[in-house]
């Protein structure tokens, strides 16, 4: 089937692409857009790397057909720092060990990000839940859900945008 | 992935037409068709998408139930103020299901359709598997079944029904409509599966171009509910063995109850022997496990799946106790 013309929103910027209509969001965003802070894991749904968040949403840009992001506002990982300004997420990642390969860790930040924003002050059985879809190899998780408290309980947790 | 056409129908009508072609597939959330589609398990040569059709709606109906339409995703039905308030079984179960990412996209009438996870129906060079190439043959039955179903099996698949949350419709008794090239009509969600018998890739009622508009669920007043989930893992894994109850407990006696099992089942298992067994009885531990003997009595375990049957009544054992505490 011939490409087609998708037009979203990408952290804040209209753009538009031409693609195949189903591939993959991931892959609009890593090679049509050179957006390549979103990560491939499974391909499948399981793992969760390529989590972003679509209309609000938490998604896995792995499962989703670009033709059903037409319209649709998509956040990165790279909408979360401002210019050298990190996101108090990624703050905490970096000072309490939540990454070590770094694969899963755009899909983490995500996931936490999408946490954070629904629920400021997550239990820790919150957080466990929040981060259910995503899988980490490395860390064990202990530090993933430190970063995430430490991250909580840091000024402009929710607020840190453009 | 291989080549194929893409509709965009704005309206039920236009998609039920453009659907009814051979090789039509209805697309909505994707978490299932589109996962195998790349694994080549699925070939559509037409895609027919319908999250644009005006589906996505929750309604209270005058008879104090339920309708949900087909494209309400699974996150939003699971947080939906009624359903948590009268259908608990049904939020419990969409929250034990699958990961946020996947709740998020999934809809009721996909989830509905939801495929197995055979693995050897979700590998095409793994071997025969007659859900896929139909009068091949069943790799599972005396391959890796450690996951497979002792209940509703035949010689030809013994692939289990993955879902929660039709296990939780089992249990509500939802009605299922559906429109199609011949019109509409509704089929209760007990008589819309099919056993696999020597048709196992024949898994539901649906005839070609049929679409899964919306689901009723009736009114649950005065129902004690709880759906139990036991797994691998804590989380994101699909059931070994779950149970959902809706009980009507009237002076420490069970006035009425339905039971549903997953994990264990070729399709959603409704219990009706442990039904019975329970109906009028006082919700004792006693009565509890005569239930659960009553539901596995049919089981037919495989060679590595035998721990199912136990884990199974357990599970129903436990689900019973707390619904009714």
Known sequence: ?162 | MNQFNYLHPASTDQAVSSASSDGSKFIAGGTTLVDLMKLYVENPSTLVDVNDLPLAQVESLPNGGLRVGAMVRNSDLAFHPTVKEKYAVLSEALLSGASPQLRNMATTGGNLLQRTRCPYFRDVTAGPCNKRNPGTGCSAIDGFNRTMAILGTSDHCIATHPSDMDVAMTALEALIFIEGPKGKRSVPINDFYKLPGDTPHIENVLEPGELITHVEIPPAISTKQHYLKLRDRASYEFALASAAVVARVEGGHIHSVRIAMGGVGTRPWRAHEAEAVLTGKPATPAHFQAAAEAALRGAKPHTENAFKVELAKRCVIRALKVATA
């Open chain 1, 1 to 162: 089937m011939s490409d087609c013309r998708i037009q979203l929103t990408i952290n804040g910027q209209q753009t538009s692409v031409e693609a195949p209509p189903m591939k993959r969001l991931l892959d609009v965003l890593r090679e049509d857009l050179d957006l390549t802070g979103t990560k491939e894991g499974c391909g499948e749904g399981e793992c969760g790397s390529c989590s972003v968040r679509m209309n609000g949403e938490l998604v896995n840009s792995c499962m989703v057909p670009i033709l059903q992001a037409h319209g649709a506002h998509i956040e990165t990982v790279e909408s979360l720092a401002i210019d050298a300004e990190l996101h108090p997420l990624q703050k905490a990642f970096l000072e309490c060990g939540g990454a070590q390969c770094g694969i899963c860790t755009p899909g983490m930040l995500m996931a936490a990000t999408h946490l954070i924003a629904h629920n400021p002050n997550p239990s820790l059985e919150q957080i466990r839940e929040g981060l259910a879809g995503n899988l980490c190899r490395c860390t064990g998780f202990i530090k993933i859900f430190d970063s995430v408290i430490t991250a909580a309980a840091m000024e402009g947790s929710r607020t840190h945008a453009r």
